[in-house]
């Protein structure tokens, strides 16, 4: 305890009396790989000349459907003087994608669809093409063979689109999407006659950079697909990320583009490009029916949820058993463990290595909590006799500090959950401009489906967003006239908004921020579910389409405190409909000026126009949501809506959390940057006498979002501890957090 004071003690006494200086940030003497993005055509020749003058610059890609631009090699400092031409829309810094790790197709109703049409039109996806944009395809696969399209390769730059073989660099993910779009054997995907052309854009270990998506989508746009998947994404949330652009602009030459949102959340402000793109359907992921394990703590009054990892032995406990720490799980820390449900933190080693390092000590159960701030899901390498479980941050400190001072008895019960919205599914809005993402959800939690050689459950908005694009292809058949826009509208639209168990215990620090619905009941916000789970029976026989799917209004400005938006409503029927609006819940400060009812003939199309009127002075928060219902004949349709009073007053650094990393010899730090920085650094300094020691991390011209990075244990400095500085600077101001760290090698 006189340690921890005394540290704790150190680390604010600068904030107190002394300002911390830092140098400036070395320059960078390595080149990198950027994209340039034009604001207008340019033939080769041109872009030669345009480069020409850049001597250490050397064009490496034409982009001709996907975004008007190419990519180049060359210094960073040589780049950004590029960024000057007239031409020039904006350079960005190629980024690294990743991949984003039966009962699911019946939740959304895949099976209810199949008998709406006669035996001449049976709703399977039957006629529409899949790009699937990912690691990938086991095309030999039983359960797809019959679907495969062909496709292309990006990475090795081929016609081959299998999934990486190599030893320890196997992928499946692209495998396990395609299954649930259009698996059609032993497992049935959502739209099991969909043809699938894969386009391997992530090589081994399921990594790729930005330049391979994009020649990807540009790929995929001139072979006419009707629908593109993309389960992966990077942590930056912003909507104007070239990925992003290339989606909008796949959506304007007739695609539908599905994204997974990102496995970032429960945190706001963690949906990550492309899943930020304006016309594209973003995917967050709820859960289907489930037996969620939670445990009754001695001296703790919740309930802890347990997240359990795939590939872990089943959570059936029948009796009430002792907790003991085990440390990070290594041997020597599991001596006491027999029979024992046993505490790790997360770091140090691999989840299998603790895992089966406690199966090796006699343990009966594993709970490893996390090492940076929020939850996470894991997969295990190789299953596990016994169960396996992961929790936040918080909850594992909490369980840990009364362990410090009494053994703990534990008791294990089930409780069954549907339709709630995944813990790590990634929330909105999108920064910058305020649009509500994602735009929808679909299961994403316990999926099975295809992976090369067999079948696995796996979890992530990866899973959830094939489920959409499956539903597409059955939307695409029933309706091959309907545009991306009136597709993404009849699944907006026909979703269904979900409402937060409250027999649910959820973490302090950890819960979602939470809202009242029209029935009192607690809802998600729509900026963490947008329109709700998707329902495509539903979907597929609306008689109505309300366009856009969702509304924001924008910032309050002192010119005007009124702000309209249109909506274009289509009767698509053979007989007339009656629409009118549902005056929201009254709340002080905000007014609705809504249209009176009014009626649509057959096939026709009326445009109206909402007002939201604001007085500042009696309206309180800075940001309201909701959903606008409009009656439409016998149907009710919601709509998404986003309002911001006041752009919210969140510093330019926060979040920063620096831990051990899952390989052993590793360490990793994460901050989130919602406004991007020009110069970002981390320093260090001798807690002692505040002397500058070095830079753990230096970065120029960082984009808005989460940034992350990996370090081994040789390229740190020496054990002890050091007091940092996390600074970003931006337009002449800077902002910093101060903390501590801790580097034990």
Same mark, same amino acid.
């Given at each position: 305890?006189k340690?921890?004071?005394?540290?704790?003690?150190a680390?604010?006494?600068?904030t107190?009396?002394?300002?911390?200086?830092?140098?400036p940030?070395?320059?960078s003497?390595? =080149?990198i790989?950027?994209?340039?993005?034009l604001?207008?055509?340019?033939?080769?020749?041109?872009?030669?000349?345009?480069?020409?003058?850049?001597?250490?610059?050397?064009?490496?890609?034409?982009? #001709?459907?996907?975004?008007?631009?190419?990519?180049?090699?060359?210094?960073?400092?040589?780049?950004?003087?590029?960024?000057?031409?007239?031409?020039?829309?904006?350079?960005?810094?190629?980024?690294?994608?990743?991949?984003?790790?039966?009962?699911?197709v019946?939740?959304?109703?895949?099976?209810?669809?199949?008998?709406?049409?006669?035996?001449?039109l049976?709703l399977?996806?039957?006629?529409?093409?899949?790009g699937?944009?990912?690691?990938?395809?086991?095309?030999?696969?039983?359960?797809?063979q019959?679907?495969?399209?062909?496709?292309?390769?990006?990475?090795?730059?081929?016609?081959?689109?299998?999934?990486t073989?190599?030893? &320890?660099?196997?992928?499946?993910?692209?495998?396990h999407? $395609?299954?649930?779009?259009?698996?059609n054997?032993?497992?049935?995907?959502v739209?099991?006659?969909?043809?699938?052309?894969?386009?391997?854009?992530?090589?081994?270990?399921?990594?790729?950079?930005t330049?391979?998506?994009?020649?990807?989508i540009?790929?995929?746009?001139?072979?006419k697909v009707?629908?593109?998947?993309?389960?992966?994404?990077?942590?930056?949330?912003?909507?104007?990320?070239?990925?992003?652009?290339?989606?909008?602009?796949?959506?304007e030459n007739?695609?539908?583009?599905v994204?997974?949102?990102?496995?970032?959340?429960?945190?706001?402000?963690?949906?990550?490009?492309?899943?930020t793109?304006?016309?594209?359907?973003?995917v967050?992921?709820?859960?289907?029916?489930?037996e969620?394990?939670?445990?009754?703590?001695?001296?703790?009054? #919740?309930?802890?949820?347990?997240?359990?990892?795939?590939?872990?032995?089943?959570?059936?406990?029948?009796?009430?058993?002792?907790?003991?720490?085990?440390?990070?799980?290594?041997?020597?820390?599991?001596?006491?463990?027999?029979g024992?449900?046993?505490?790790?933190?997360?770091?140090?080693?691999?989840?299998?290595?603790?895992?089966?390092? $406690?199966?090796?000590?006699?343990?009966?159960?594993?709970?490893?909590?996390?090492?940076?701030? &929020?939850?996470?899901m894991?997969?295990?390498?190789?299953?596990?006799?016994?169960?396996?479980?992961?929790?936040?941050?918080?909850?594992?400190?909490?369980?840990?500090? #009364?362990?410090?001072q009494?053994?703990?008895?534990?008791?294990?019960?089930?409780?069954?959950?549907?339709?709630?919205?995944?813990d790590?599914s990634?929330?909105?809005?999108?920064?910058? =401009?305020?649009?509500?993402?994602?735009?929808?959800?679909?299961?994403?939690?316990?999926?099975n489906?295809?992976?090369?050689?067999?079948?696995?459950?796996?979890? &992530?908005?990866?899973? $959830?967003a094939?489920?959409?694009?499956?539903?597409?292809?059955?939307?695409?058949?029933?309706?091959?006239?309907?545009?991306p826009? #009136?597709?993404k509208?009849?699944?907006?639209?026909?979703?269904?908004?979900?409402?937060?168990?409250?027999?649910?215990?959820?973490?302090?620090?950890?819960?979602?921020?939470?809202?009242?619905?029209a029935?009192?009941?607690?809802?998600?916000?729509?900026?963490?579910?947008?329109a709700?789970?998707i329902?495509?029976d539903?979907?597929?026989?609306?008689?109505?389409?309300?366009?856009?799917?969702?509304?924001?209004?924008?910032?309050? =400005?002192?010119?005007?405190?009124?702000?309209? $938006?249109?909506?274009?409503?289509?009767?698509?029927?053979?007989?007339?409909?009656?629409?009118?609006?549902i005056?929201?819940?009254?709340?002080?400060?905000?007014?609705?000026?809504?249209?009176?009812?009014?009626?649509?003939?057959?096939k026709?199309?009326?445009?109206?126009?909402v007002?939201?009127a604001?007085?500042?002075?009696?309206?309180?928060?800075?940001?309201?949501?909701?959903?606008?219902?409009?009656?439409?004949?016998?149907?009710?349709?919601?709509?998404?809506?986003?309002?911001?009073?006041?752009?919210?007053?969140?510093?330019?650094?926060?979040?920063?959390?620096?831990?051990?990393?899952?390989?052993?010899g590793?360490?990793?730090?994460?901050?989130?940057?919602?406004?991007?920085?020009?110069?970002f650094?981390?320093?260090?300094?001798?807690?002692?006498?505040?002397r500058?020691?070095?830079?753990?991390?230096?970065?120029?011209?960082?984009?808005?979002?989460?940034?992350?990075?990996?370090?081994?244990?040789?390229?740190?400095?020496?054990?002890?501890?050091?007091?940092?500085?996390?600074?970003?600077?931006?337009?002449?101001k800077?902002?910093s957090?101060?903390?501590?760290?801790?580097?034990?090698?």
């Amino acid at each position: 305890m006189k340690l921890l004071l005394a540290l704790l003690l150190a680390f604010q006494t600068p904030t107190l009396g002394k300002t911390l200086v830092h140098p400036p940030i070395p320059k960078s003497t390595h =080149t990198i790989v950027a994209i340039v993005v034009l604001n207008k055509p340019q033939s080769e020749q041109q872009i030669k000349q345009l480069i020409s003058s850049y001597h250490d610059v050397k064009l490496r890609h034409i982009f #001709q459907k996907a975004i008007t631009g190419f990519s180049v090699q060359g210094s960073p400092e040589t780049i950004q003087r590029l960024a000057g031409q007239q031409q020039v829309v904006h350079v960005t810094p190629v980024t690294e994608y990743r991949a984003e790790t039966e009962e699911s197709v019946k939740i959304i109703g895949g099976e209810e669809v199949r008998s709406f049409f006669n035996k001449n039109l049976r709703l399977t996806g039957k006629g529409v093409t899949v790009g699937v944009i990912d690691t990938g395809v086991d095309y030999t696969h039983p359960d797809l063979q019959r679907n495969y399209a062909g496709g292309y390769d990006l990475v090795d730059n081929d016609r081959d689109p299998m999934e990486t073989r190599s030893i &320890g660099q196997a992928t499946m993910h692209g495998t396990h999407v $395609a299954g649930i779009i259009a698996a059609n054997g032993k497992i049935k995907g959502v739209a099991p006659e969909a043809k699938i052309v894969a386009y391997r854009a992530l090589g081994p270990g399921g990594g790729g950079t930005t330049e391979q998506v994009l020649a990807a989508i540009d790929q995929a746009i001139k072979d006419k697909v009707d629908i593109m998947n993309l389960s992966l994404g990077n942590d930056i949330n912003g909507p104007d990320l070239p990925i992003s652009l290339a989606l909008n602009r796949a959506v304007e030459n007739g695609i539908v583009a599905v994204a997974a949102s990102g496995n970032a959340g429960p945190n706001v402000w963690t949906v990550g490009s492309p899943g930020t793109a304006l016309k594209a359907i973003s995917v967050g992921a709820s859960t289907p029916t489930l037996e969620i394990p939670y445990l009754l703590i001695e001296g703790i009054r #919740q309930k802890i949820r347990i997240q359990p990892m795939e590939g872990s032995g089943k959570w059936k406990i029948d009796r009430s058993l002792e907790m003991v720490d085990g440390g990070m799980g290594r041997k020597k820390e599991l001596t006491n463990v027999q029979g024992k449900i046993v505490l790790m933190k997360r770091g140090a080693l691999t989840f299998t290595e603790k895992a089966k390092n $406690a199966y090796d000590a006699g343990a009966r159960a594993v709970l490893i909590y996390n090492n940076i701030s &929020g939850s996470f899901m894991g997969n295990l390498e190789s299953s596990s006799p016994i169960p396996v479980g992961s929790l936040s941050k918080w909850e594992g400190e909490l369980i840990r500090k #009364q362990l410090k001072q009494q053994n703990l008895l534990t008791r294990y019960i089930s409780v069954e959950e549907k339709d709630q919205l995944a813990d790590f599914s990634s929330r909105g809005p999108v920064t910058g =401009t305020w649009d509500i993402k994602p735009d929808l959800v679909a299961p994403g939690v316990a999926i099975n489906s295809t992976i090369p050689g067999g079948y696995l459950s796996l979890q &992530g908005t990866s899973m $959830a967003a094939p489920h959409v694009a499956g539903a597409c292809a059955l939307i695409k058949q029933a309706h091959p006239e309907w545009t991306p826009e #009136q597709i993404k509208a009849a699944l907006m639209n026909t979703a269904k908004p979900l409402v937060h168990d409250e027999s649910v215990e959820i973490g302090k620090y950890e819960s979602p921020h939470l809202m009242k619905d029209a029935e009192g009941r607690t809802a998600y916000r729509t900026f963490e579910q947008g329109a709700g789970r998707i329902r495509v029976d539903q979907a597929v026989k609306a008689e109505s389409l309300v366009l856009p799917g969702s509304i924001r209004f924008g910032k309050f =400005t002192n010119s005007s405190n009124l702000h309209e $938006a249109e909506l274009k409503i289509e009767n698509i029927t053979s007989h007339p409909i009656a629409y009118s609006f549902i005056v929201p819940k009254k709340v002080v400060g905000l007014e609705w000026r809504l249209p009176l009812s009014f009626s649509i003939g057959p096939k026709e199309t009326k445009t109206v126009k909402v007002t939201l009127a604001v007085d500042p002075l009696l309206f309180k928060d800075k940001v309201h949501d909701g959903f606008l219902t409009i009656s439409a004949g016998g149907e009710q349709i919601h709509i998404p809506y986003l309002y911001v009073l006041k752009e919210p007053d969140y510093p330019r650094v926060m979040g920063f959390d620096f831990a051990q990393g899952d390989k052993p010899g590793t360490y990793r730090y994460e901050v989130y940057l919602p406004g991007g920085a020009e110069e970002f650094g981390i320093a260090l300094f001798d807690p002692q006498d505040y002397r500058f020691i070095g830079f753990l991390d230096t970065k120029t011209n960082v984009k808005k979002g989460l940034i992350r990075k990996e370090f081994k244990t040789e390229d740190l400095p020496p054990e002890g501890v050091y007091l940092i500085k996390v600074f970003a600077k931006k337009a002449g101001k800077e902002d910093s957090i101060q903390t501590g760290i801790v580097i034990d090698k």
